[in-house]
DNA sequence: CGAGTTTGACCCGCGC
DNA sequence: GCGCGGGTCAAACTCG
């Protein structure tokens, strides 16, 4: 969307919400910005480099709560891509009451947004490298990828999570390939892949040079195949919610009693996604059913 | 023994 | 051209 006319983005964005400007990590993308809300500490990262194909998916989201959506969009963006604020909100807006209900019931609330992500990189994708190849000497680059082949970013996408653990439970299965110490910052940067051998979506998870108990993880790419997931029960983690929005495979994943991984528990989501999914509120739960239900079948 | 992790080396793009 | 930083590889290692 565009500017809202007539309005002044910073002030509605200031007196509409208790939403602010929390910065941009230096180890992301220039046109990445994060928000925070200091009322339900909610941290959202936006990335104004969206593009139409997901701009579609969004819209659908901004159907769902748009009052819960205003306070994203006011302030936001007086630039251009609103639509990636009502992802945003819807986003937030399904996780708006846990994250309030977890904030009362644990204290530090920690609820994480994501925003589809799109070949960011200060919107220039040229600008990505490829190694592929990478590594040792011994030339037979692993992959048919031809020397000088640009590497060809897969669609990203990226949420903060305050959390004690890094990596978080997302239903998937990933491989550690690597570890890179990150400019400016004292905690590495972690290189996951998903371990089916056809799935080629990544992960990267860091943590937040400014505060350390968040945890920045990006995924890119799109699994072509189901999560490992968990036999039955009603929890899911958000990391998995947004993991799975973004996948063509379901993305749900059941703990059953006493099964709930460590990393959950101890990055304090298991309250927020308890009270989802036991209540299942319409609205509140609106934006993880927009993971699992087709948009032309979910009621109105 | 297989799967996953660690870690140093290497490749590549970008900025200066 | 060179240095830097991000991303990846793959051998060695660890763990169950």
Redesign the pocket.
């Known amino acids: 969307m565009e500017d809202k006319e007539g309005v002044d983005p910073a002030s509605e964005f200031t007196s509409d919400s208790s939403w602010a400007l929390a910065g941009r990590p230096?180890?992301v993308s220039d046109s990445v910005n994060y928000f925070f809300d200091k009322e339900s500490n909610i941290l959202s990262e936006f990335d104004w480099n969206l593009q139409p194909d997901h701009a579609e998916q969004i819209d659908r989201f901004d159907e769902l709560d748009r009052a819960d959506t205003r306070p994203y969009l006011a302030g936001s963006f007086s630039g251009s891509h609103s639509c990636v604020a009502a992802a945003a909100a819807a986003a937030c807006g399904s996780v708006s009451g846990s994250g309030t209900a977890s904030s009362s019931a644990g204290g530090s609330a920690d609820v994480s947004t994501l925003i589809p992500s799109v070949s960011s990189s200060s919107g220039?994708d040229?600008?990505?490298?490829?190694?592929?190849?990478?590594?040792?000497?011994?030339q037979?680059p692993?992959?048919a990828r031809k020397?000088?082949q640009?590497r060809i970013r897969q669609p990203r996408f990226a949420f903060m999570t305050k959390s004690e653990v890094e990596h978080l439970e997302d239903g998937y299965?990933?491989?550690?390939?690597?570890?890179?110490?990150?400019?400016n910052s004292p905690f590495p940067?972690?290189?996951?892949?998903c371990?089916n051998s056809k799935c080629t979506v990544?992960k990267?998870v860091e943590r937040s040079s400014e505060d350390p108990t968040i945890v920045i993880t990006t995924y890119e790419g799109q699994h072509c195949h189901h999560s490992v997931g968990f036999p039955r029960g009603g929890l899911i983690s958000r990391e998995a919610a947004f993991a799975g929005r973004f996948t063509p495979s379901v993305s749900q994943f059941y703990y059953p009693h006493g099964e709930i991984p460590e990393s959950i528990i101890r990055s304090q989501q298991v309250p927020i996604e308890i009270v989802e999914s036991r209540t299942l509120p319409q609205t509140t739960n609106e934006g993880l059913l927009g993971d699992i239900v087709p948009p032309g079948i979910r009621n109105r």
């Open positions: 230096d180890s220039d040229s600008s990505e490298k490829y190694t592929g190849s990478g590594g040792k000497p011994p037979i692993s992959k020397k000088g640009k299965r990933w491989r550690k390939y690597g570890q890179k110490a990150v400019k940067r972690s290189y996951y892949r371990t990544k990267r």
